[in-house]
């Protein structure tokens, strides 16, 4: 242990790298008894890190990894700031709320200058607050007219776990409409037979996590409108927007998926995706004051003054929003617009040089008009291959890339695709050496032929089981 080495902490500050830290060891389930030195701990820490993966190399996060050096020397300056406490740090709750009026503003909220909303840690916490206030608003309405309110639903597409959660935790059918072969989001015409008086709200997402396709919103505003018309349901809607509410307003500027719509109620995203602010950033955002029921606002005044809350955790750090604001200062629109684009062509040139390879099919290429700066494939099913597409992520990460290999949710299972998601630090060049290395992965298969007597499907759970 480093505290029970007190003659190697003390040559500690040696300068040949190796020689005060190589003989020690890092507590791993104790508390250690004393103190130890700050560099070495510090360099026995940066050791153990260096097994994580290269963050530039993973495709597989929808989260941003590259910050310039503003950012970290603005993350530096906020680290003891504390966002909830608006008392103690009064100009940072002002520069949230110029950020909740900028993003009320660029989706076209209808009146942005009084919208309500709130930073969080991030899209889950606002999915989460969106989904309680739908819920409420449905609860109320519902009292208010004598009806009983035990058998709440919630109808969505294929969404991310998050929407699980919230159904789990607060006792919430989740309608979760199935994919099918060629069909990988929500649309009208699946989503109807999912609706009745219980449904407290409709979820879609502005960039599926499986595909990265954005669901039609409109036409689903335009099919509930229709809805209420026959049947008397008057039904609200939710926009998962963590991935494409920060792009679509900047590379589909037509794109009616927004507040445009009435019947959307309230908007969440993720500023650490391609808001390109660092991990931890969140916002949610309602139409209107009044689609916030007074029963979810908090008063507290323990802070040194009298302040609304509404988040579902408590104390966090500030500087995550404040890098927001610089990013939304530094860039604006203009900037995110060139950034995201070349994000876009990118994946364009990725999803080209995949389909040129012959074994692959592109389900999604990188439309900007269909979702979001990410490409997803699968195997041609004729395709004559000795591997399936997890043994082919396995041998990409031989490399140190990862490219993520899954199957499809309920009724689309048997369906296994690759995705990569194009972000900011990942350009032409590196996307070049990616390509190479597909086909490098494709030489090694051709000469180490691991299931030739396996089906596509059985050489999955191979994979997957080990039978």
Not at 104 to 110: D, I, K, T
Not at 190 to 215: C, H, K, R, S
Request: glycine letters at 8%; one cysteine or more.
């Amino acid at each position: 242990m480093i505290h029970q080495q007190a003659h190697i902490r003390d040559k500690a500050e040696a300068k040949v790298y190796g020689t005060a830290t190589s003989p020690l060891e890092l507590p791993k389930y104790r508390i250690p008894r004393g103190a130890s030195d700050s560099r070495a701990t510090l360099e026995l820490l940066r050791d153990e890190l260096f097994l994580d993966g290269n963050a530039k190399q993973n495709l597989a996060t929808f989260c941003q990894t590259y910050e310039d050096a503003e950012i970290r020397e603005l993350m530096d300056l906020c680290i003891d700031k504390n966002m909830i406490d608006k008392d103690e740090y009064p100009q940072t709750a002002e520069i949230e709320g110029r950020c909740i009026h900028m993003l009320a503003n660029l989706w076209n909220g209808p009146e942005g200058a009084n919208t309500l909303g709130t930073s969080t840690v991030g899209s889950s916490e606002a999915c989460m607050l969106g989904g309680l206030a739908m819920y409420y608003r449905w609860k109320e309405r519902r009292q208010r007219a004598g009806q009983d309110t035990s058998r709440p639903n919630l109808v969505t597409g294929p969404v991310q776990v998050c929407w699980e959660k919230f159904a789990r935790y607060w006792d919430i059918e989740l309608r979760q409409v199935p994919m099918e072969e060629g069909c990988y989001g929500l649309t009208p015409q699946a989503m109807e037979p999912y609706l009745d008086e219980n449904t407290i709200g409709v979820v879609t997402t502005l960039g599926l996590t499986f595909t990265g396709q954005y669901e039609p919103v409109e036409d689903l505003c335009h099919a509930l409108d229709r809805i209420q018309q026959e049947k008397g349901l008057d039904l609200e809607l939710h926009v998962d927007g963590a991935s494409g509410a920060f792009v679509a307003p900047f590379c589909a500027p037509d794109l009616k998926w927004d507040f445009r719509n009435p019947r959307v109620k309230s908007i969440s995203t993720s500023g650490h995706k391609f808001g390109l602010a660092p991990l931890g950033c969140g916002f949610i955002l309602w139409r209107d004051k009044k689609d916030l029921p007074e029963r979810l606002v908090f008063r507290v005044n323990y802070l040194g003054g009298e302040m609304a809350v509404f988040q579902l955790n408590f104390s966090r750090p500030a500087g995550q929003v404040i890098a927001q604001y610089y990013q939304f200062l530094r860039l604006g629109f203009a900037g995110y617009q060139m950034i995201h684009m070349s994000c876009y062509e990118t994946a364009q040139y990725l999803a080209r040089e995949i389909e040129k390879m012959g074994v692959f099919q592109v389900i999604f290429g990188g439309d900007p008009q269909q979702g979001i700066p990410a490409i997803t494939w699968r195997l041609k099913p004729e395709a004559a291959v000795s591997f399936n597409l997890y043994d082919f992520a396995d041998r990409l990460r031989v490399r140190g890339w990862q490219v993520p290999a899954y199957s499809l949710p309920q009724n689309a299972q048997d369906i296994v695709v690759q995705r990569i998601l194009v972000r900011q630090g990942f350009g032409r060049n590196l996307a070049q050496l990616l390509v190479g290395d597909f086909h490098r992965a494709l030489t090694y298969f051709q000469t180490h032929r691991i299931c030739d007597n396996l089906t596509q499907k059985e050489a999955g759970a191979f994979n997957h089981n080990g039978t």
